[in-house]
């Protein structure tokens, strides 16, 4: 398949390279159709959202509330900030004229006049890339008032955030934007019915977005056949770990998972055997590395072998890696990262972390493993944000079907009554 | 008699009176981020939205954000200073205390501690001869560890302002190292 998402063509984030490829043709398309046709191709595309949840996006827009007295908000979420995924950034990058022009069509499709791109503040560098991108398009007319004589206006805001992993959540999200501390809100009510100050609000992940252009330029017909049937699509697979070329690859959905491994990211250095790979960032589930076969890149293939696709950020480890300090280093990360709202998270997570430090330091227990179980399974669904299931299920996937690795860990109590290490 | 009546005035006056005495103390934003920061109110319906900005641009003036800090941007966006600290405190990127000139923040997590980052904590740490989280005597570096930055496919990375340095080594960073003065 041809990359579409992420050409390979030279200089292609300027808006003069852009338009020489048809560049924000699709949107002179779109505002010569009318708003629910725009809403309805997106809808029979079958776009599924790539920010993690796999959320249909056309549906997502139809939540919208058509006759409203209140404004209403689109808001992008590029505050990628999951470990292992790094695909936005390449957006920015190599493409941000095709995001901008997803988000105005999709703008014009829900009848929508204030737009927020929130990045993570982190990627200063590329937002001012995006920043001169969104210049470009003002200066062109492709955003601002009466958009290329339709009457449809529309404004295109960056807001920076200032490194917090939660603002990724849609609604923590929200909060930042209105200048608040990233705590998540109790859902329902939903972001379409009380957004963004309490006004209907749709919050889309920027390679979502930038999907958009390529299902009217192909047709939903068309693009429903790339890919697995239920979740179609280009998609943006970013590979990292024990491989020999890590990055961003762009692939069909559907697409093996060994695939992406030996044949994208070129196989793993010194011919070592896979140990473990965590298939979609590091809150989706461990799968062990004799049953990645045959697993495909999309959400059924990935939920039948036993995980979930996430943001498609695939870490891969060798026979060598030591998976207790993998899993001590990704439960360290939600410690840190937990907002503090929710009791289960704020100290569940902690109390993980420390049983975790105790198994790195072969200074647990046996009974530590169904311990760390038990707490993990309180967290678990118990908590208002996803935060806490994220931080569940690594640590419930690993002892699933790495326990081996937590036994080796223990101390033995000895005859003497003194405890020794087992290794 | 003069210090004893300084102490007087910044410990234990209400600032007002400060403020009366020492207006020429006062640290400020610069004129064009004033100016910015109205402009940006446009955008948004409440001025609230524009706190994260205006602390941005205070670090970028003022290399940190100190109390005074707060109290002039919730000033500015129209927000109790107790707020902005919770702001201030809840993002990681906001320095509460000063750091040096170059603040390298090397990312540990997953991605790149399978691609060995500890080899380059390490390596800073005995070349800059100070642990994670402290800055040098000569203040020009101040060494931490970060949460993932988005690299994971050319990591061990650091970032120092800006600038993201990808697939290091140890001669790359000791290279990096002397580019930063």
Known sequence: ?423 | MVHLFLLFTFYFCPDYLALLLFPFDLIMLSEQSLQRIEELKKRYPSPRAVVLEALWMWQDEHGWISQEGMKEVGRLVGIPPHEVLGIVTFYTMYNTKPVGRHKLEVCTNVSCMLRNSEKIVKHLQNTLNIKVGETTTDNRFTLVEAECLGACGYAPMLQCGDEYYENLDEAKVDKILSELK
């Open chain 1, 1 to 423: 398949m041809e990359p579409m998402i992420l050409p390979n063509i030279h200089d292609y984030h300027k808006i003069d390279v852009y338009e020489s490829h048809g560049g924000y043709q699709m949107l002179r398309k779109a505002l010569g159709m009318k708003p629910e046709e725009v809403t309805d191709e997106v809808k029979k595309s079958s776009l599924r959202g790539r920010g993690g949840a796999c959320f249909p996006t056309g549906l997502k827009w139809t939540f919208m509330p058509k006759v409203t007295t209140k404004p209403k908000y689109l808001c992008i979420n590029g505050d990628e900030s999951e470990p292992g995924t790094f695909k936005d950034r390449q957006i920015f990058e190599v493409n941000p004229h095709l995001m901008i022009e997803g988000i105005i069509i999709a703008a014009y499709a829900m009848g929508i006049k204030t737009c927020y791109l929130y990045i993570r503040g982190e990627y200063n560098k590329w937002i001012k890339m995006v920043q001169k991108a969104v210049d470009d398009a003002y200066a062109k007319g492709y955003i601002g008032e009466n958009i290329l004589g339709s009457g449809f206006t529309t404004n295109l805001y960056l807001h920076r955030g200032a490194g917090a992993y939660i603002c990724g959540e849609e609604s923590a999200l929200m909060n930042s934007l209105e200048g608040d501390r990233g705590y998540p809100r109790i859902k329902p009510p939903f972001p379409a019915q009380f957004g963004l100050w309490g006004c209907p609000t749709t919050i889309n992940n920027v390679e979502t977005i930038s999907n958009v252009p390529l299902i009217l330029n192909m047709g939903w017909e068309a693009y429903s056949k790339i890919g697995h049937p239920k979740h179609p699509g280009p998609i943006l697979v970013g590979i990292s770990g024990h491989v020999n070329k890590p990055g961003v690859f762009e692939v069909p959905t559907g697409v093996l998972i060994t695939d992406l491994i030996y044949k994208y990211a070129g196989g793993v250095p010194g011919d070592k055997k896979i140990k473990a790979i965590i298939p979609g960032g590091s809150s989706t589930h461990i799968m062990r590395g004799e049953t990645i076969d045959g697993v495909t890149m999309d959400a059924d293939g990935l939920k039948a072998g036993g995980s979930s696709v996430g943001t498609a950020g695939l870490i891969v480890m060798d026979e060598d890696t030591d998976l207790i300090k993998v899993i001590t280093r990704i439960t360290k990360f939600y410690y840190h990262e937990s907002c503090g709202q929710c009791t289960p998270c704020r100290e569940g997570t902690g109390w993980m972390f420390k049983m975790l430090k105790r198994f790195e330091n072969y200074e647990a227990r046996l009974e530590d493993i169904d311990l760390l179980l038990d707490v993990a399974n309180n967290i678990e669904g118990n908590t208002i944000c996803a935060l806490g299931d994220a931080a569940a299920w690594p640590v419930q996937s690993m002892i699933k079907r790495f326990r081996d690795e937590f036994e080796k860990r223990c101390m033995k109590p000895a005859e003497s009554g003194q405890e020794v290490l087992v290794k």
